[in-house]
T-cell receptor, first 108, second 113 residues
């Protein structure tokens, strides 16, 4: 079983839609959780950290369920510029392990 | 702010040759990571340095791979006797302080012919 699993998509949504991505992780000792965004042929960039109580950054909301070892990302009012691959990241010891990513395409 | 820089951006080599990549992290960051990414996959952890000490290595890192960070600043990743399966994007990232957030370089794209 992979340490971090994500639905690869692709998710094709119209502008203005709300879309949710899910991620599960296998290491119950993990303490740090993030969402990264990766544009085509570019390096990953931090989108947001994920905190136990849930957190919001503008149109983006992240949730963590430790009991189920599940992380989510909700994007409201999708923009064309949100089109990218979203990577779920979980720590395991010193390493930060990445999921395969979920591809999002927002269409006009 | 110079960010994380990697050199070269692209490397084409023949099977069996040795290659070396360089990473210069953000200057105040003491933690440095190497990752490998292939098309359609997320970045895969290879190794981690805290200052000059290599504290973790993935089992993906075969004997042909070696990484160094001699003075706790820049790092090199060497691949000996390259194979076609080594073709990938090699990403370096750094972090510092009490923060685990990674800042990535633009990567070195390796093609083994």
């Amino acid at each position: 079983r992979k340490e971090v699993e994500q639905d690869p998509g692709p998710f094709n949504v119209p502008e203005g839609a709300t879309v949710a991505f899910n991620c599960t992780y296998s290491n119950s000792a993990s303490q740090s959780f993030f969402w990264y965004r990766q544009d085509c042929r570019k390096e990953p960039k931090l989108l947001m950290s994920v905190y136990s109580s849930g957190n919001e950054d503008g149109r983006f909301t992240a949730q963590l369920n430790r009991a189920s070892q599940y992380i989510s990302l909700l994007i409201r009012d999708s923009k064309l510029s949100d089109s990218a691959t979203y990577l779920c990241v979980v720590n395991a010891g010193y390493a930060l392990n990445f999921g395969k990513g979920t591809s999002l395409l927002v269409t006009p | 702010d110079t960010g994380v820089s990697q050199d070269p951006r692209h490397k084409i080599t023949k099977r069996g040759q040795n290659v070396t990549f360089r990473c210069d992290p953000i200057s105040e960051h003491n933690r440095l990571y190497w990752y490998r990414q292939t098309l359609g996959q997320g970045p895969e952890f290879l190794t981690y340095f805290q200052n000059e000490a290599q504290l973790e290595k993935s089992r993906l890192l075969s004997d042909r791979f070696s990484a160094e960070r001699p003075k706790g600043s820049f790092s090199t990743l060497e691949i000996q006797r390259t194979e076609q399966g080594d073709s990938a994007m090699y990403l370096c990232a750094s972090s510092g302080g009490g923060d685990e957030k990674l800042f990535f370089g633009s990567g070195t794209q390796l093609s083994v012919l």
